[in-house]
């Protein structure tokens, strides 16, 4: 019996592969510290190498190792990620993916201006322009800008790691509005993706609301009402978004899953969603790139989590000591899937649990060029169906 699921699996999947339609998926991962080991002396304390906190060479390797396995079962295309140091860290990175057989030839870095920890990308598809969009605070990380070539067609992703919540939401305000004039700047079709760590939840407006410690803004959101996500008291959804003429709201994919499962981030029993991945109208049109439908949702595997916490990398004295050379991330890494075919829009399906998540694939089948979406469960079919095209 398991031969046979096997066999159906590989036939139908070799089958959608065949389709001239590229289907791409894209993910986010904060990857918490990841530095090269030559002193620029603007590191944290505890990454400065060669010292008594332990970061050398052989530490690095084994930090890098473990986010490369998290990105080889990501099995993304395009890969953004927050807390790389430097190039040097990125490339390390990108080697050690090599070593797993899987090549990123092409990389950016937010390095125009000497922060700490800067955003980056690995992309599989050519990176045709690389921006940095400068925040106006001296301490700010700059938000990477990088138009990606899909076969032909071109999308925008801006990547983003805004301040923590060390600071109230006037520091992470000071984010969205650089981002927001960069967006005002874009014709109304444009395809582009907001990603990475806002270190703001998708409903930041319902959850700041009562903090005296975050709420110095008299309750006005840099996510929220900035980046025009809600609509009056409400979120934007699929609907509002597609119906709009211009580019003045768009989706975060939060939306798309379980309220039980919208969080990438533990502390201390406190569930957040930091890690945004938030669209535009044009992908929901049929021109350029679009959204697959549903196919948002965070990774989470069983080996980024130990005693029901997440497994991030391991320092003694409660994170702040030596480094012990284990563990991941304090952060899951969140993905969506896109496609070079027009968009279609799916049920959404609430109960779906995290073993059932969609690969990226999407058939084109009948003279009508209406549409199969398959869905996969560790090797058997668990959906099929059938979306007509308008």
Not at 92 to 101: D, F, H, K, V
Not at 296 to 312: I, S
């Amino acid at each position: 019996m398991k031969t046979t699921i096997l066999s159906i699996f590989v036939i139908l999947f070799g089958f959608v592969n065949s389709i001239e339609a590229k289907n791409f998926k894209i993910a986010s991962y904060n990857v918490q510290n990841l530095f090269d080991v030559a002193a620029d002396w603007t590191e944290y304390t505890g990454y400065i190498p060669n010292t008594a906190y332990g970061w050398n060479r052989g530490m690095l390797d084994i930090k890098a190792r473990n986010i490369a396995r998290v990105i080889n079962d990501l099995k993304a295309d395009i890969v953004t990620l927050q807390e790389i140091e430097s190039k040097k860290s990125l490339i390390y990175l990108r080697n050690r993916l090599i070593n797993l057989g899987v090549d990123y030839p092409y990389l950016a870095i937010a390095d125009l201006k000497a922060t700490t920890v800067k955003c980056a990308v690995m992309s599989k598809f050519p990176i045709v322009k690389k921006e940095e969009i400068i925040v106006d605070n001296k301490f700010a990380r700059n938000i990477l800008k990088v138009t990606i070539n899909v076969e032909g067609n071109f999308l925008i992703l801006f990547i983003n790691h805004w301040k923590s919540k060390e600071g109230p939401e006037s520091s992470r305000i000071v984010y969205a509005k650089a981002l927001k004039e960069e967006i005002d700047k874009l014709e109304d079709n444009v395809d582009f993706v907001l990603i990475g760590d806002f270190n703001s939840n998708y409903n930041e407006y319902k959850t700041f609301r009562n903090s005296a410690k975050l709420n110095d803004t008299g309750g006005i959101t840099g996510i929220n009402h900035i980046l025009k996500t809600i609509i009056d008291f409400a979120l934007v959804d699929e609907k509002a978004l597609a119906a709009q003429t211009a580019n003045e709201y768009l989706y975060n994919l939060w939306l798309e899953i379980n309220k039980k499962r919208r969080w990438s981030y533990n502390f201390f029993g406190d569930k957040n969603s930091p890690d945004n991945i938030i669209v535009s109208k044009g992908l929901y049109d049929e021109r350029g790139i679009s959204y697959i439908d549903n196919s948002f949702d965070k990774f989470d595997p069983d080996y980024l989590f130990k005693r029901k916490a997440l497994y991030q990398w391991q320092r003694a004295k409660k994170g702040r000591g030596k480094h012990l050379g284990k563990g991941y991330s304090d952060h899951l890494p969140v993905f969506a899937c896109f496609s070079t075919e027009p968009f279609c829009l799916k049920k959404r399906n609430y109960s779906a649990t995290k073993t059932q998540r969609p690969v990226c694939v999407r058939a084109r089948t009948g003279r009508h060029q209406d549409y199969n979406i398959i869905l996969f469960d560790i090797g058997r079919v668990i959906d099929y169906l059938t979306i007509y095209r308008p």
